[in-house]
Protein backbone atom coordinates (compact mmCIF):
# COMPACT_ATOMS: atom_id res chain seq x y z
CA UNK A 1 0.00 0.00 0.00
CA UNK A 2 1.49 3.77 -0.81
CA UNK A 3 3.32 4.87 1.65
CA UNK A 4 3.16 2.61 4.08
CA UNK A 5 4.09 -1.19 5.55
CA UNK A 6 2.60 -3.68 3.23
CA UNK A 7 3.08 -6.32 5.58
CA UNK A 8 2.63 -6.60 9.33
CA UNK A 9 5.11 -6.83 11.92
CA UNK A 10 6.92 -10.25 12.63
CA UNK A 11 5.83 -9.68 16.29
CA UNK A 12 1.97 -9.25 15.58
CA UNK A 13 0.37 -12.90 16.22
CA UNK A 14 -2.76 -13.29 17.62
CA UNK A 15 -3.07 -12.42 21.22
CA UNK A 16 -4.52 -15.56 22.15
CA UNK A 17 -0.77 -16.64 21.90
CA UNK A 18 -1.17 -19.51 20.08
CA UNK A 19 1.76 -20.03 17.39
CA UNK A 20 0.56 -23.25 15.73
CA UNK A 21 -2.11 -23.35 12.33
CA UNK A 22 -5.81 -23.72 13.56
CA UNK A 23 -8.73 -23.93 11.79
CA UNK A 24 -10.32 -20.22 12.42
CA UNK A 25 -14.26 -18.66 11.45
CA UNK A 26 -13.05 -15.74 9.34
CA UNK A 27 -15.52 -13.23 11.82
CA UNK A 28 -13.28 -14.52 15.06
CA UNK A 29 -9.68 -13.99 13.00
CA UNK A 30 -10.97 -10.59 12.12
CA UNK A 31 -11.63 -9.94 16.11
CA UNK A 32 -8.15 -11.05 16.30
CA UNK A 33 -6.81 -8.83 13.85
CA UNK A 34 -8.60 -5.66 15.67
CA UNK A 35 -7.71 -7.12 19.21
CA UNK A 36 -4.27 -7.54 17.87
CA UNK A 37 -3.64 -3.70 16.48
CA UNK A 38 -4.78 -2.03 19.37
CA UNK A 39 -3.02 -3.87 21.58
CA UNK A 40 -0.10 -3.00 19.63
CA UNK A 41 -1.17 0.96 18.73
CA UNK A 42 -3.18 2.55 21.37
CA UNK A 43 -4.09 4.72 18.20
CA UNK A 44 -6.36 2.30 16.47
CA UNK A 45 -9.76 2.74 17.41
CA UNK A 46 -12.88 0.94 16.71
CA UNK A 47 -16.38 2.56 16.02
CA UNK A 48 -19.99 1.59 14.59
CA UNK A 49 -23.17 1.50 15.51
CA UNK A 50 -23.54 -1.28 18.01
CA UNK A 51 -19.55 -2.42 17.89
CA UNK A 52 -19.43 -2.23 21.58
CA UNK A 53 -21.59 -3.35 23.83
CA UNK A 54 -23.51 -5.64 21.25
CA UNK A 55 -20.27 -6.44 19.96
CA UNK A 56 -21.75 -5.96 16.67
CA UNK A 57 -24.75 -7.35 14.59
CA UNK A 58 -22.44 -10.54 13.77
CA UNK A 59 -20.74 -10.35 17.08
CA UNK A 60 -17.48 -9.62 15.07
CA UNK A 61 -16.23 -6.95 17.33
CA UNK A 62 -17.73 -8.86 20.51
CA UNK A 63 -15.71 -8.23 23.83
CA UNK A 64 -13.80 -5.33 22.81
CA UNK A 65 -15.00 -2.58 24.64
CA UNK A 66 -15.07 -5.03 27.36
CA UNK A 67 -10.91 -4.94 27.34
CA UNK A 68 -10.28 -1.97 25.41
CA UNK A 69 -12.69 0.80 27.00
CA UNK A 70 -15.56 2.93 25.78
CA UNK A 71 -12.91 5.81 24.36
CA UNK A 72 -11.40 3.26 21.99
CA UNK A 73 -14.26 0.91 21.04
CA UNK A 74 -17.38 3.65 20.39
CA UNK A 75 -21.08 2.71 19.70
CA UNK A 76 -22.29 5.39 17.73
CA UNK A 77 -25.25 6.81 16.82
CA UNK A 78 -27.33 6.14 13.52
CA UNK A 79 -25.66 8.23 10.98
CA UNK A 80 -22.74 6.54 8.64
CA UNK A 81 -22.07 9.99 7.47
CA UNK A 82 -21.43 11.58 11.21
CA UNK A 83 -19.26 8.14 11.58
CA UNK A 84 -17.24 8.02 8.49
CA UNK A 85 -17.41 12.25 9.13
CA UNK A 86 -15.96 11.69 12.81
CA UNK A 87 -13.27 9.37 11.41
CA UNK A 88 -12.01 11.88 9.15
CA UNK A 89 -11.81 14.16 12.15
CA UNK A 90 -10.13 11.82 14.34
CA UNK A 91 -7.48 10.53 11.79
CA UNK A 92 -6.46 14.05 10.80
CA UNK A 93 -5.60 14.36 14.85
CA UNK A 94 -3.58 10.95 14.91
CA UNK A 95 -5.89 8.54 15.23
CA UNK A 96 -6.12 5.16 13.04
CA UNK A 97 -9.91 4.86 13.15
CA UNK A 98 -11.25 1.41 12.28
CA UNK A 99 -15.16 2.00 11.09
CA UNK A 100 -17.70 -1.12 10.84
CA UNK A 101 -20.42 -0.14 8.49
CA UNK A 102 -23.54 -2.16 9.85
CA UNK A 103 -24.67 -3.95 6.77
CA UNK A 104 -23.24 -2.88 2.68
CA UNK A 105 -26.68 -0.97 2.24
CA UNK A 106 -26.31 1.09 4.92
CA UNK A 107 -22.93 2.85 3.60
CA UNK A 108 -24.47 5.70 0.99
CA UNK A 109 -25.21 8.08 3.78
CA UNK A 110 -21.86 8.13 3.84
CA UNK A 111 -20.83 7.39 0.12
CA UNK A 112 -20.83 11.83 0.09
CA UNK A 113 -17.96 12.04 3.05
CA UNK A 114 -15.99 9.01 2.12
CA UNK A 115 -15.98 10.34 -1.91
CA UNK A 116 -15.56 14.04 -1.21
CA UNK A 117 -13.80 14.24 1.78
CA UNK A 118 -11.84 10.32 2.71
CA UNK A 119 -10.66 9.46 -0.90
CA UNK A 120 -9.60 13.26 -2.31
CA UNK A 121 -7.70 14.90 0.94
CA UNK A 122 -4.41 13.44 0.36
CA UNK A 123 -4.37 14.65 -3.70
CA UNK A 124 -5.77 18.34 -1.93
CA UNK A 125 -2.99 18.56 0.47
CA UNK A 126 -0.65 18.06 -2.05
CA UNK A 127 0.24 14.90 -0.29
CA UNK A 128 0.47 16.30 3.31
CA UNK A 129 -2.17 15.16 5.22
CA UNK A 130 -3.07 11.21 5.00
CA UNK A 131 -6.22 9.83 6.47
CA UNK A 132 -5.46 6.46 7.89
CA UNK A 133 -9.09 5.07 8.13
CA UNK A 134 -10.26 1.68 7.76
CA UNK A 135 -13.98 1.10 6.86
CA UNK A 136 -15.27 -2.59 7.08
CA UNK A 137 -18.17 -3.46 5.12
CA UNK A 138 -20.24 -6.52 5.68
CA UNK A 139 -21.02 -7.33 2.12
CA UNK A 140 -22.81 -9.76 -0.27
CA UNK A 141 -26.29 -11.73 0.29
CA UNK A 142 -26.24 -15.56 1.26
CA UNK A 143 -28.01 -14.73 5.00
CA UNK A 144 -31.85 -14.80 3.97
CA UNK A 145 -31.79 -11.09 4.17
CA UNK A 146 -33.44 -8.36 2.11
CA UNK A 147 -31.76 -5.20 0.24
CA UNK A 148 -30.07 -3.17 1.72
CA UNK A 149 -28.48 -6.05 4.17
CA UNK A 150 -27.21 -8.11 0.77
CA UNK A 151 -25.84 -6.28 -1.86
CA UNK A 152 -22.51 -6.23 -3.39
CA UNK A 153 -21.36 -2.51 -3.79
CA UNK A 154 -17.56 -2.42 -4.11
CA UNK A 155 -17.35 -1.12 -8.09
CA UNK A 156 -18.78 2.23 -6.96
CA UNK A 157 -15.41 2.46 -4.36
CA UNK A 158 -13.17 0.78 -6.78
CA UNK A 159 -14.03 3.62 -9.43
CA UNK A 160 -13.10 5.90 -7.14
CA UNK A 161 -9.05 7.56 -7.33
CA UNK A 162 -7.77 7.24 -3.64
CA UNK A 163 -9.17 4.62 -2.29
CA UNK A 164 -8.09 1.15 -1.29
CA UNK A 165 -10.85 -2.11 -2.06
CA UNK A 166 -9.50 -5.22 -0.43
CA UNK A 167 -11.67 -8.48 0.11
CA UNK A 168 -10.57 -11.28 1.96
CA UNK A 169 -11.87 -15.11 1.14
CA UNK A 170 -10.23 -17.07 4.22
CA UNK A 171 -9.50 -16.48 7.95
CA UNK A 172 -6.06 -16.49 7.44
CA UNK A 173 -6.42 -13.49 4.60
CA UNK A 174 -9.46 -11.88 6.84
CA UNK A 175 -6.53 -11.33 9.87
CA UNK A 176 -3.63 -10.20 8.04
CA UNK A 177 -5.32 -8.07 5.37
CA UNK A 178 -6.98 -6.22 7.87
CA UNK A 179 -3.67 -5.49 10.14
CA UNK A 180 -2.16 -4.43 6.95
CA UNK A 181 -5.20 -1.76 6.30
CA UNK A 182 -4.73 -0.46 9.42
CA UNK A 183 -0.96 -0.01 9.31
CA UNK A 184 -1.88 1.65 5.60
CA UNK A 185 -1.58 5.56 5.69
CA UNK A 186 -4.22 5.52 2.87
CA UNK A 187 -7.95 4.79 3.53
CA UNK A 188 -8.72 1.39 2.91
CA UNK A 189 -12.81 0.00 1.74
CA UNK A 190 -12.27 -3.31 3.87
CA UNK A 191 -15.23 -5.85 2.27
CA UNK A 192 -16.05 -8.68 4.42
CA UNK A 193 -18.04 -11.34 2.69
CA UNK A 194 -20.89 -11.94 5.54
CA UNK A 195 -22.12 -15.47 4.31
CA UNK A 196 -18.58 -16.63 4.97
CA UNK A 197 -18.06 -15.02 8.57
CA UNK A 198 -18.72 -18.58 10.52
CA UNK A 199 -16.92 -21.23 7.77
CA UNK A 200 -13.73 -22.23 9.64
CA UNK A 201 -10.32 -22.21 7.15
CA UNK A 202 -6.82 -22.71 7.88
CA UNK A 203 -5.05 -20.06 9.87
CA UNK A 204 -0.87 -19.96 10.69
CA UNK A 205 -0.54 -16.68 12.85
CA UNK A 206 3.48 -17.49 11.54
CA UNK A 207 2.59 -17.29 8.06
CA UNK A 208 2.63 -13.14 7.37
CA UNK A 209 1.60 -13.04 3.52
CA UNK A 210 2.91 -9.97 1.27
CA UNK A 211 1.09 -7.12 -0.55
CA UNK A 212 -2.96 -7.94 0.22
CA UNK A 213 -2.68 -6.39 -3.58
CA UNK A 214 -1.12 -9.32 -4.91
CA UNK A 215 -3.32 -11.94 -5.88
CA UNK A 216 -2.85 -15.76 -5.32
CA UNK A 217 -3.28 -18.70 -7.00
CA UNK A 218 -5.24 -20.87 -4.93
CA UNK A 219 -5.77 -24.06 -7.51
CA UNK A 220 -3.05 -24.73 -10.53
CA UNK A 221 -5.03 -25.66 -13.47
CA UNK A 222 -4.46 -25.50 -17.04
CA UNK A 223 -7.73 -25.53 -19.39
CA UNK A 224 -9.16 -22.09 -18.01
CA UNK A 225 -8.70 -19.42 -14.99
CA UNK A 226 -11.26 -18.76 -12.46
CA UNK A 227 -11.05 -15.59 -11.22
CA UNK A 228 -12.64 -13.83 -7.97
CA UNK A 229 -12.53 -12.28 -5.04
CA UNK A 230 -14.30 -12.54 -1.38
CA UNK A 231 -17.66 -15.09 -1.27
CA UNK A 232 -17.04 -15.65 -4.72
CA UNK A 233 -13.42 -17.89 -4.37
CA UNK A 234 -14.81 -20.87 -2.33
CA UNK A 235 -17.50 -21.31 -5.63
CA UNK A 236 -14.89 -21.80 -8.02
CA UNK A 237 -13.29 -23.84 -5.96
CA UNK A 238 -16.54 -25.85 -5.73
CA UNK A 239 -16.74 -25.64 -10.02
CA UNK A 240 -12.87 -26.62 -10.22
CA UNK A 241 -13.56 -29.57 -8.54
CA UNK A 242 -16.86 -30.24 -10.63
CA UNK A 243 -14.79 -29.53 -13.57
CA UNK A 244 -12.18 -32.05 -12.72
CA UNK A 245 -14.51 -34.93 -12.64
CA UNK A 246 -14.85 -34.71 -16.24
CA UNK A 247 -10.84 -34.47 -16.83
CA UNK A 248 -10.64 -30.42 -16.71
CA UNK A 249 -8.07 -28.88 -14.52
CA UNK A 250 -8.98 -25.12 -13.64
CA UNK A 251 -7.13 -22.67 -12.37
CA UNK A 252 -8.61 -20.73 -9.33
CA UNK A 253 -6.96 -17.23 -8.61
CA UNK A 254 -8.17 -15.07 -5.71
CA UNK A 255 -7.52 -11.56 -6.41
CA UNK A 256 -7.76 -10.27 -3.18
CA UNK A 257 -7.49 -6.51 -3.97
CA UNK A 258 -10.28 -5.37 -6.19
CA UNK A 259 -8.35 -1.80 -6.32
CA UNK A 260 -5.71 -1.77 -7.19
CA UNK A 261 -5.90 -5.00 -9.34
CA UNK A 262 -3.04 -7.55 -10.11
CA UNK A 263 -3.44 -7.91 -13.58
CA UNK A 264 0.29 -9.22 -14.13
CA UNK A 265 -0.82 -12.38 -11.79
CA UNK A 266 -3.84 -12.64 -13.69
CA UNK A 267 -2.19 -12.35 -16.99
CA UNK A 268 0.06 -14.74 -16.47
CA UNK A 269 -2.19 -17.63 -15.23
CA UNK A 270 -4.90 -16.52 -18.86
CA UNK A 271 -1.72 -16.62 -20.69
CA UNK A 272 -1.00 -20.10 -19.69
CA UNK A 273 -4.73 -21.55 -19.92
CA UNK A 274 -5.79 -19.38 -22.55
CA UNK A 275 -8.85 -18.74 -21.45
CA UNK A 276 -10.54 -16.47 -18.42
CA UNK A 277 -13.68 -16.41 -16.22
CA UNK A 278 -14.23 -13.57 -13.74
CA UNK A 279 -16.75 -14.40 -11.09
CA UNK A 280 -18.34 -11.93 -8.37
CA UNK A 281 -21.84 -11.21 -6.81
CA UNK A 282 -22.14 -8.19 -7.72
CA UNK A 283 -24.32 -7.17 -11.17
CA UNK A 284 -22.58 -7.91 -14.07
CA UNK A 285 -23.06 -4.83 -15.49
CA UNK A 286 -20.42 -2.43 -14.86
CA UNK A 287 -19.32 -4.52 -12.13
CA UNK A 288 -15.47 -5.19 -11.47
CA UNK A 289 -15.68 -7.92 -14.28
CA UNK A 290 -16.35 -5.40 -16.93
CA UNK A 291 -12.90 -3.92 -16.08
CA UNK A 292 -10.72 -7.43 -15.56
CA UNK A 293 -12.40 -8.27 -19.00
CA UNK A 294 -11.29 -4.82 -20.60
CA UNK A 295 -8.01 -5.36 -19.24
CA UNK A 296 -6.92 -8.84 -19.65
CA UNK A 297 -8.30 -8.91 -23.34
CA UNK A 298 -6.02 -5.96 -24.01
CA UNK A 299 -3.04 -7.80 -22.30
CA UNK A 300 -3.43 -11.35 -23.61
CA UNK A 301 -5.08 -10.47 -27.24
CA UNK A 302 -3.31 -12.84 -29.01
CA UNK A 303 -3.56 -15.47 -26.28
CA UNK A 304 -7.22 -15.98 -25.25
CA UNK A 305 -8.91 -19.00 -27.05
CA UNK A 306 -12.30 -17.88 -26.03
CA UNK A 307 -13.73 -14.52 -24.86
CA UNK A 308 -13.67 -13.18 -21.33
CA UNK A 309 -16.56 -14.48 -19.94
CA UNK A 310 -18.44 -12.89 -16.70
CA UNK A 311 -20.85 -14.35 -14.27
CA UNK A 312 -22.61 -12.34 -11.52
CA UNK A 313 -25.96 -10.99 -10.23
CA UNK A 314 -28.78 -9.27 -12.10
CA UNK A 315 -28.94 -6.14 -13.25
CA UNK A 316 -32.30 -5.58 -10.77
CA UNK A 317 -32.71 -4.39 -7.29
CA UNK A 318 -31.75 -7.31 -4.44
CA UNK A 319 -34.54 -9.47 -4.54
CA UNK A 320 -36.65 -11.19 -1.23
CA UNK A 321 -34.79 -13.49 0.23
CA UNK A 322 -36.64 -16.69 -0.96
CA UNK A 323 -35.45 -15.83 -4.35
CA UNK A 324 -31.88 -14.94 -3.46
CA UNK A 325 -30.61 -18.56 -4.53
CA UNK A 326 -31.99 -17.50 -8.06
CA UNK A 327 -30.27 -14.12 -8.03
CA UNK A 328 -26.70 -15.25 -6.75
CA UNK A 329 -24.18 -16.78 -9.01
CA UNK A 330 -23.81 -20.12 -7.99
CA UNK A 331 -22.38 -23.24 -8.97
CA UNK A 332 -24.42 -24.42 -11.84
CA UNK A 333 -24.30 -20.84 -13.75
CA UNK A 334 -20.13 -20.93 -12.96
CA UNK A 335 -19.92 -24.51 -14.80
CA UNK A 336 -22.21 -23.17 -17.39
CA UNK A 337 -19.84 -20.33 -18.24
CA UNK A 338 -16.89 -22.99 -18.34
CA UNK A 339 -18.42 -24.97 -20.52
CA UNK A 340 -19.21 -22.35 -23.02
CA UNK A 341 -15.61 -20.86 -22.89
CA UNK A 342 -14.30 -24.17 -23.54
CA UNK A 343 -16.93 -25.10 -26.07
CA UNK A 344 -14.67 -22.35 -28.42
Not at 19 to 43: F, G
Not at 259 to 267: A, E, K, M, R
Not at 297 to 303: D, G, K, L, Q, V
Not at 323 to 338: C, F, H, I, M, W
Request: hydrophobic fraction near 40%; proline fraction near 7%.
Amino acid sequence: MTGTTTSAPAAAVPSSGSTAPRKLPLAKAINESLRNAMENDPKVLVMGEDVGKLGGVFRVTDGLQKDFGEDRVIDTPLAESGIVGTAIGLALRGYRPVVEIQFDGFVFPAYDQIVTQLAKTHARSLGTVRLPVVIRIPYGGGIGAVEHHSESPEALFAHVAGLKCVSPSNSADAYWMLRQAIECDDPVIFFEPKRRYWEKTAFDPNAIPGSPHTAQVVREGTALTLAAYGPMVKVCQEAADAAAEEGNALEVVDLRSISPIDFDTLQRSVEKTGRLVVVHEAPVFLGSGSEIAARITERCFYHLEAPVLRVGGFHSPYPPARLEDEYLPGLDRVLDAVDRALAY
